[in-house]
């Protein structure tokens, strides 16, 4: 991938997601301020997590699988691209049918099953939500085997639009958990259309079937197998949670949960797009015996991803009550001490989005699945444990312990793969940490004059101040080479 190419699909991708964590982030505070009720939007986050546990057998890991066999082909023998995405979504198409009409037809079932018989009537949207959700991350995905990421930004950016408008009306018009339910169907369906629209017409039909190879379908869906595996054990990480919360405490812990969670979310959108973008070409250097130049390209999007995201982490510790009472209200108080501890959580989280698509596209999936399995199993475990006692912070704090030692797997393979520095990279780490101390230092200090939201705002500019100019300072950003490749 020349500069070019990756500046554009950069750009595209995070403009699509700061697009999404706009849209969310306003939608965010409409719902938690003023369309519903803390219980209220404690069972929407419930019923989502649900819907994201019922998705995986919806996925079953064939967009990932279409994604690589696309990579490997497109170049060496593109006749092969539309049987790669027949078979891919043929699979997709017979799973989501199954799965979103077996879920339609229990969802009463499922919601007793789960302690959250309330929960009931959202869970009637259940088999619309996960067809939509499902066809529309295909797409996404695949464009990104093509490396045409620009268009899985199109794809992402139509939802996001969509989504503030559609929830907010929903909960509005509809009113409560329901309406707001009804309006992400409403989203992800427009940003399907319009996601295999563009694969049908662009890529799809501007390929030439050749001669399909022989077992090229068993390869496909054999790939997707430990795919899968890894899909369903993050999503268990990211879902489970929060239906445990929600089934042992309660609607209201569930709220502090599911928003302590979405912040997270908005923060990681800088790490999110850049890993997407960068992580076919690893695939490509390996393929080409490039083993030293993807291994320098990986240490570069780290020590980047560490400076950005190490800093971010300890700002949101310090922030996290000001920032929640302020923005979301007095009742949300109870999500604090979550936002805090999920701080860590966003650190490796922004490390993970640069390591774990490599994984996908260096052949590692299966080393990666069995990482994932594991921790999440540990997850499981340690939530089971924690939640009676400590509420929404012990599934927190269960979180970011077993998501620690996935991390440090996943480093210990993309190590064993190429060829890193680790001294060079341990050095930088330590100059990061330094700036975090004095970054943190001066906004600890700042923070005794906060008196609303206009002055917390200026704590804030003021220590993403102090970082970039010790960042700059230090030599481990260079302003003028990023505002090159941005430019």
């Not at 704090?397 to 680790?422: D, G, K």
Request: aromatic share 10%.
């Amino acid at each position: 991938m020349d500069s070019k190419t990756f500046s554009q699909g950069f750009k595209a991708t995070m403009s699509a997601r700061v697009l999404h964590v706009v849209s969310s982030g306003l939608l965010v505070v409409l719902l938690t301020r003023y369309l519903l009720t803390p219980t209220e939007y404690g069972r929407l986050g419930s019923a989502l997590a649900v819907l994201g546990v019922a998705g995986l057998f919806a996925d079953l890991g064939t967009a990932k699988s279409a994604a690589r066999y696309v990579t490997e082909y497109r170049e060496r023998d593109s006749g092969q691209v539309p049987h790669v995405l027949r078979v891919a979504l043929g699979s997709r198409v017979a799973a989501t049918v199954v799965v979103a009409g077996a879920f339609a037809l229990f969802a009463g079932e499922i919601g007793r099953l789960i302690n959250q018989p309330e929960l009931a009537p959202l869970l009637a949207f259940g088999g619309a939500y996960i067809a939509v959700h499902s066809l529309s991350t295909f797409a996404v995905v695949v464009f990104q085997g093509f490396n045409r990421v620009t268009w899985s930004a199109v794809t992402r950016a139509t939802g996001s639009a969509s989504l503030l408008v559609f929830v907010a009306v929903g909960a509005f018009v509809v009113g409560g958990a329901v309406g707001a339910l009804a309006g992400y169907v409403a989203s992800y369906a427009l940003a399907t259309a319009v996601g295999l629209g563009v694969l049908y017409r662009k890529f799809y039909s501007t390929h030439e079937p050749g001669d399909r190879e022989a077992g090229l379908p068993g390869r496909v869906l054999r790939y997707s197998v430990p795919l899968a595996a890894t899909k369903g054990a993050n999503v268990v990480d990211k879902k489970i949670d929060t239906i445990l919360v929600g089934a042992l405490v309660g609607p209201l812990a569930v709220s502090y949960y599911f928003l302590a969670k979405s912040i997270s979310t908005f923060v990681q959108a800088p790490a999110a797009s850049l890993g997407f973008t960068v992580s076919p070409t690893y695939g490509e250097r390996k393929a080409g015996d490039e083993r030293e130049s993807a291994a320098r390209l990986y240490e570069t999007t780290l020590r980047h991803t560490l400076l950005l995201y190490v800093p971010a982490g300890a700002g949101l510790v310090l922030v996290a009550d000001p920032a929640v009472t302020q923005v979301f209200g007095a009742k949300y108080a109870g999500a604090v001490p979550v936002v805090q501890v999920f701080a860590g959580y966003i650190v490796l989280q922004a490390v993970m989005f640069i390591t774990s698509d490599a994984l996908d596209y260096l052949g590692c999936a299966r080393e990666r699945a069995w990482a994932k399995g594991a921790t999440s199993a540990a997850n499981f475990l340690l939530n089971l444990l924690l939640i009676p006692t400590f509420g929404a912070v012990g599934a927190a704090w269960a979180t970011v312990a077993t998501f620690s030692v996935y991390s440090l797997v996943n480093l210990a393979v993309v190590h064993h793969e190429l060829p890193l520095s680790l001294p060079r990279t341990l050095r930088h780490v330590a100059f990061v940490c330094a700036i975090t101390l004095v970054m943190s230092s001066v906004v600890f200090v700042a923070l005794s004059f906060v008196s609303g939201l206009l002055s917390l705002v200026a704590v804030v500019v003021l220590g993403v101040a102090v970082w970039g100019g010790l960042a700059s300072a230090s030599g481990l950003l260079d302003v003028r080479r990023v505002m090159r490749v941005l430019a």
